[in-house]
């Protein structure tokens, strides 16, 4: 990853101490502090390894790495012996070739040579080895080739008899994760690796991650058995960008026949280095779900909707597009984007909206819960987008989490977290519930929901009490400083923490720790980005990064979480209505005239749109009359208890493009079948702004169509004559317009990860892009508001409301609920609710309770108890029409609703 | 004393308060893992299931971890453990003196394999490794007391004899132990 390797112009290579050694006669230069087996590997030279895995500390259980060192006493481990100068080492004299086989004999003793019906042959550490170094008798004897039983989790297939005992599950799942599902039982001959108390894996905290299934060296962990599947050299490889969260994970797609068999991942490679989650390994069945729409339909007279044609679908959509267009001009129409859509699909679809349909009415699913951080970004640093990169997050001294479940909504994100709580590192959480991140770190804040504010507010009256600030830094580099210390003159650190139901001490605490870290960054989810005072929210996280001084350098900076794969790459692409593609806003006469240079089409005077966030008004209203929807599903997304319904019933005309029949689509007079991401060509920009590929493994299913066709097909019916062959033609045309995506190249993406904005082919983008300064000069320091956004509760609606993500599903879970791997684990969405007040109000897990909200809406959902939630706060996930928790949620930018909860009979 | 028992508080309220103070005790230190689980055993006499969480919760280690160590180590107990018990030898002394058809003859003779209580909760035998007695192998001890140059059929005497001694106590007093039995000095603290 050279992206990481740069700041702005200047590359940054630690300065370590160049030692000269002899591998084999050859003579290698090497950094010292490197390991033989690493120095070795790095020039081609491969030595055996059972036990080692880069993602985990060295080990030296297998003894399969032995080498010899000349003058040492015996042969060493060269996973863990650093290289020193003037060593001359021996990798595979007679003697380790002979010691070698010997460990082979002594695991193939035990071994059971079930490699006909193995998960894992083709893809199995022994069996190479085996082959190697030729082991075609042991002394001792076979073992029966009897494995046993896979286990119960949906999943993971557990077979212990195949087990060598290199730990590397063991360690990865507490070295990586931070659980600790796998351990060792008994001693000596008797050892073996199970769960404690040999429990199914479902009952000791497992999050399916399936990190032990990727490190298992031969067949003892590996994923269960799928009817269609088949093994390592039967499968066809594609390398893609996981499409369902932000941290844009580097997926390795296994297809046989025609259909991805499994998901795998590839150790050292992409940002996750290997690592994924129970959605990214685990959720691929909605792919092929059988309810995949592979034919355009148009409803009918008598409402139904039927199948249709491609030609007679389209025209449709054209003609009502033009009627609208001729009406009432091209604001009547109005594009909302999905999170997963490709910049190249989103690129067009916004191209289509502004310069064919004529409208700024473009915008994406998520904008309301990035529009918060967008903004105070703008305002403070000139840059709307997160100002640093994940590997960068292993130098921070401290982090802070604010609104954010980390470990469920970006669970390969989270992993630099767990690290730092793992290294010792202050980790501040910042949240209502005890997330598993909150428990794991130092200082857990568990503030009232919406209270957000207060504490941030302590928290830099503390620092600047304490005198823990950067003056040198807000000297160079911020204006602002006086009014943003005036607007602090009257906070009282206890009295804020009163108002935000957290110790004064803790907060305190945490302040200091905070401000007294060399670098410290800030993760902030959408928990604090939405309701009344997200802004506020957002501009006090800034400033406290500038009076801090933690802005511009590496390991520090501020993280505004995205949800989706995608969700960056559409603001990129200008799918915003006040923005164009790369930035400018609407408004910018001279970024117009360039459009419409390069496009050829008039847009130039087009009013900003309406925000996604206005959607339900404008449609209610009548403003808007057509509504295309493209990969994502308003009916369940967007807020404003009973009014959604209702504005996309009065909706003149929906068009959905999707993959299935969404709820969205219970509305819609024309659907149109999309292709899903593995099927699909183009690129992610993942919430980091890494620019990644998106690449197809199987052929759209169907009659179903990638995105980016389906939008010139509907552009060249509506008059326009484009020709793109491919989506790489529109990242050519990216390129050209969005400054920021001035250097993207195929080409260059087959290499390496690009981060933009790309200050140059050469580069491998830009790591952190305050480092020489903030655009437009100076950053500003924003005066800190006043108050919280709190929920009033009372007699009787006296449950505090709060909402987000859940490990196995995704957003509004279209695609996760399609999906048996994760279904299978959890299949319906459950209210969370603390032990007491279950007793208080006489339900029992699982039993149904129906949730009403002041506006008279009211959802049905069964208990789950959680200790996690606090008493008085209630908690629901978003990813079911069963329980369809936008209508609970009111207009965007109100607080956590109050709601009551009964007691549903039967 | 021949017969000498380790016993435990059965008193669960004082068990339960002694191992909350253990617990608190070593809350937050590193490397407690193994002085909790033997404080653990020595109020409980094994290692509970719920016991051993709450020890892996203390020491700040997860759950595998401690079933790990509890499990290496053959002073740690994780089933309950019968009033006394009887310990063959396999160190390699006596396993080179026939301790395998020692362990067979006492199996039979008290209807249990090793590692399991008699159904009375009187008797428990385990295999152990080396107990520091090779010169008198093969070896047996019954609670704290060696017996040794053994012969399979000397062993079930010497086994029966202790049996004999405990039951005629045991419908003596009723206690299920022979007179100075009941003592706390077995006990681990």
């Not at chain 1, 024309?670 to 991401?677: I, N, R, S, T």
């Not at chain 1, 996760?816 to 007040?837: F, I, K, M, Q």
């Amino acid at each position: 990853m050279s992206a990481t390797e740069t700041t702005g112009d200047q590359v940054v290579t630690p300065n370590k101490e160049v030692v000269t050694l002899s591998i084999n006669g050859q003579e290698i230069q090497a950094q010292a502090g490197q390991t033989i087996l690493e120095v070795a590997q790095a020039n081609g030279v491969d030595i055996p390894t059972l036990c080692h895995d880069p993602r985990l500390e060295p080990y030296g259980a297998c003894r399969m790495c032995l080498v010899e060192v000349e003058g040492a006493r015996g042969p060493m481990a060269s996973c863990g012996t650093m290289v020193r100068e003037g060593m001359k080492v021996q990798t595979h004299s007679e003697k380790i070739v002979k010691l070698r086989k010997f460990v082979l004999e002594l695991l193939l003793t035990n071994h059971p040579l079930d490699c006909p019906v193995c998960e894992a042959a083709g893809d199995c550490r022994l069996q190479d080895y085996a082959y190697e170094y030729l082991v075609d008798m042991v002394p001792w004897g076979w073992r029966a080739p009897l494995a046993g039983d896979p286990g119960t989790h949906p999943n993971i297939a557990h077979f212990g008899a195949r087990c060598i005992l290199c730990g590397r599950c063991v360690r990865i799942c507490r070295e990586v994760m931070s659980i600790g599902c796998w351990g060792y039982l008994n001693r000596g001959y008797d050892s073996e690796v199970d769960t404690p108390y040999r429990l199914p894996l479902q009952e000791v905290d497992c999050v399916s991650c399936g990190q032990c299934v990727s490190t298992c060296p031969v067949g003892a962990i590996v994923g269960q058995r799928t009817p269609g599947g088949a093994r390592e050299w039967q499968t066809e490889k594609t390398v893609t960008t996981c499409a369902y969260c932000a941290d844009g994970c580097r997926q390795v797609l296994h297809t046989y026949r025609g259909k991805v068999v499994r998901v795998a991942s590839e150790t050292e490679k992409g940002l996750n280095q290997g690592n994924l989650c129970v959605k990214g390994r685990y959720g691929m069945g909605y792919v092929a779900a059988p309810d995949r729409l592979t034919k355009p339909m148009i409803r009918d007279a008598s409402g139904t909707l039927v199948e249709s044609t491609w030609d007679d679908a389209l025209k449709s959509v054209a003609e009502k597009m033009t009627a609208a267009k001729e009406d009432k001009g091209g604001r009547a129409v109005a594009a909302v984007c999905g999170t997963h859509s490709t910049n190249e699909a989103a690129y067009l679809l916004q191209k289509l909206m502004r310069s064919v349909v004529g409208s700024n009415n473009v915008d994406a699913i998520d904008h309301g819960e990035q529009a918060a951080a967008e903004e105070a970004l703008m305002d403070g640093f000139g840059l709307p987008v997160v100002s640093n990169s994940r590997e960068e997050l292993r130098e921070a001294d401290a982090i802070l989490v604010i609104g954010s479940n980390l470990t469920e909504s970006h669970p390969v994100l989270a992993l630099e977290v767990i690290r730092a709580v793992r290294l010792g590192k202050t980790v501040i959480v910042m949240d209502p519930r005890v997330t598993e991140l909150a428990s794991k770190a130092g200082y857990h804040l568990a503030v009232r929901p919406g209270a957000d504010l207060a504490v941030l507010r302590a928290m830099v009256k503390h620092m600047m009490e304490l005198d823990l600030t950067d003056t040198d830094f807000m000297a160079a580099h911020t204006d602002g400083f006086e009014g943003f210390e005036k607007s602090l003159a009257d906070v009282d650190v206890s009295v804020e923490a009163v108002t935000a139901g957290v110790d004064a001490e803790l907060v305190r605490a945490a302040a200091a720790a905070f401000g007294r870290a060399g670098s410290a960054a800030v993760l902030v989810g959408t928990g604090a980005a939405q309701g009344p005072k997200s802004k506020a929210v957002m501009a006090a996280i800034a400033d406290l990064m500038l009076l801090t001084g933690n802005v511009g350098r590496p390991g520090t900076g501020l993280f505004p979480l995205r949800s989706g794969a995608n969700s960056q790459g559409l603001a990129d692409m200008g799918v915003r209505p006040d923005k164009f593609p790369g930035g400018a806003s609407v408004a910018d006469a001279a970024a117009a005239a360039r459009l419409e240079a390069a496009w050829g089409m008039p847009i130039s005077g087009l009013a900003a749109g309406v925000p996604t966030m206005r959607l339900v008004d404008a449609l209610r209203s009548g403003d808007i009359e057509v509504l295309y929807v493209v990969g994502a599903d308003p009916a369940l997304a967007l807020r404003g208890e009973g009014a959604v319904h209702e504005a996309l019933e009065q909706a003149g005309f929906v068009v959905v493009q999707d993959s299935f029949l969404t709820e969205t689509a219970r509305y819609a007079d024309v659907v149109l079948p999309a292709a899903v991401a593995s099927e699909d060509e183009g690129t992610f920009t993942n919430g980091e702004r890494f620019v990644q590929r998106v690449r197809a493994a199987a052929p759209p299913l169907g009659d179903s169509l990638p995105d980016w066709k389906i939008v010139q097909m509907l552009a060249n019916r509506l008059g326009a004559d484009w020709a793109y062959a491919a989506p790489v033609d529109v990242m050519a045309e990216v390129a050209d317009v969005a400054p920021p995506y001035r250097d993207v190249t195929y080409e260059k993406l087959e290499e390496v990860e690009l981060q933009r904005p790309c200050s140059g082919i050469e580069h491998g983008g830009t790591a952190v892009p305050c480092s020489k300064g903030f655009e437009g000069g100076k950053a500003v320091f924003a005066p800190v508001e006043e108050g919280v956004a709190e929920t009033a509760t009372d007699a009787a609606f006296p449950f505090i409301l709060i909402t987000g993500s859940v490990r196995e599903h995704h957003g509004t879970g279209e695609r996760t609920r399609r999906s048996a791997g994760v279904t299978d684990l959890v299949g319906e969405a459950r209210l969370r609710l603390n032990p007491a007040d279950a007793e208080t109000l006489r339900v029992l897990e699982g039993e149904t309770v129906r949730v009403s909200g002041r506006a008279g809406s009211a959802v049905e959902a069964p208990v789950s108890l959680d200790t996690r939630t606090p008493q008085g706060i209630v908690f629901l996930p978003g990813f079911s029409p069963e329980v369809p928790i936008n209508h609970l949620l009111g207009p965007e930018g109100s607080p956590a609703p109050a709601v009551r909860l009964e007691r549903v009979d039967g | 004393m021949t017969t000498e028992a380790t016993t435990y508080d059965t008193d669960e309220q004082e068990q339960e308060e002694r191992f909350a103070e253990l617990l608190d005790r070593y809350k937050g230190q590193a490397g407690a893992l193994v002085p909790l689980l033997q404080g653990g055993q020595a109020i409980f006499g094994y290692l509970p299931e719920d016991v051993m969480r709450r020890v892996a919760k203390a020491a700040g280690e997860p759950l595998s971890k401690a079933v790990g160590v509890a499990t290496f180590y053959s002073q740690f107990r994780l089933r309950p453990h019968a009033k006394h018990t009887i310990r063959c030898c396999h160190g390699t002394a006596c396993h080179v003196s026939g301790a395998a058809r020692i362990s067979e003859e006492l199996e039979k003779c008290l209807g249990i394999e090793a590692g399991e209580n008699t159904p009375d909760m009187l008797y428990t035998i385990e295999e152990v490794h080396c107990v520091g007695a090779c010169g008198m192998a093969p070896v047996v001890m019954i609670n704290d007391r060696a017996h040794g140059k053994l012969t399979p059929e000397k062993a079930v005497e010497v086994v029966k004899a202790f049996k004999a001694e405990v039951e005629g106590a045991s419908a003596g007093d009723g206690r299920g132990a022979p007179a100075g039995a009941g003592g706390r000095e077995g006990e681990d603290t």
